[in-house]
């Protein structure tokens, strides 16, 4: 099976720069998602790895390390529009290359 | 707009009575996934087709089924409805469901059983 565990919530400040962390146990990984999802809304997607290193997409970045089941995401210049949940999920050739999300972290942005 | 279409928006209904939900994926996608999105759960796969056939289940309890139909849309039933069963039903949709692919969510259906 899949173990995706992420923070439940992260406050943080206008302007500043927030880090949410997410470590993963998978026998097959096929590559890590992260999506944004503001409440009540459909998630939308954000970032792709399936290679370690660094991506960068503007203000948002997503970081993996397939060795050590361990991604980030960073959210630089945060804006009050950035506040939402930001949902890690994991895709697994041995479970039918399905997507499987962690639970979420509720990020709030404070002026 | 990601291109993903559900309807209806809302739907509310009493327990034991059945509903179907309808999810048109985006042009030239051919899979199409149902998820259930809870309070106190975070987003739960149910199902997956691609191009008319099941291809993947997750934790779909025997009262759901769904379909793909030749037109690519799918349609998630559910019967019996229990109070528990109220949730937000999202219906997401990619390319082929391989690697690299990336699933574009429709602005889902909101279940309450009453």
């Known amino acids: 099976g899949q173990n995706i565990d992420q923070p439940t919530e992260m406050t943080a400040t206008e302007g500043a720069i927030v880090q949410i962390n997410c470590t993963y146990q998978?026998?097959?990984?096929?590559?890590l998602f992260w999506y944004q999802q503001h409440a009540g809304e459909a998630p939308t997607f954000l970032s792709y790895?399936?290679?370690?290193g660094l991506e960068e997409k503007g203000r948002f970045s997503s970081f993996l390390s397939r060795s050590k089941g361990y991604s980030y995401l960073l959210l630089k210049e945060l804006q009050m529009k950035d506040s939402a949940s930001y949902l890690c999920?994991?895709?697994?050739?041995?479970?039918?290359?399905?997507?499987?999300f962690g639970g979420g972290t509720r990020v709030l942005v404070k002026p | 707009d990601s291109g993903v279409t559900q309807t209806p928006k809302h739907l509310i209904t009493a327990t034991g009575q059945r509903v179907t939900l309808r999810c048109s994926p985006r042009?030239?996608?051919?899979?199409v996934y149902w998820y259930q999105q809870s309070l106190d759960q975070g987003l739960q796969f149910l199902i997956q087709?691609?191009?008319?056939?099941?291809?993947a289940k997750g934790n779909i309890l025997e009262r759901f089924s769904a379909q793909q139909f030749p037109d690519l849309h799918s349609e998630l039933n559910l019967s019996s409805l229990e109070l528990g069963d109220s949730a937000l039903y999202f219906c997401?949709?990619?390319?082929?469901?391989?690697?690299?692919?990336?699933?574009?969510f429709g602005a889902g259906t909101r279940l309450s059983v009453l």
């Open positions: 999920a994991v895709r697994d050739l041995d479970a039918g290359n399905k997507l499987t």
């Open positions: 998978t026998s097959g990984f096929n590559g």
């Open positions: 087709y691609y191009n008319g056939e099941e291809r």
């Open positions: 790895n399936v290679l370690d």
């Open positions: 042009s030239g996608d051919l899979s």
């Open positions: 997401a949709s990619s390319k082929s469901g391989g690697q690299g692919d990336i699933q574009y």
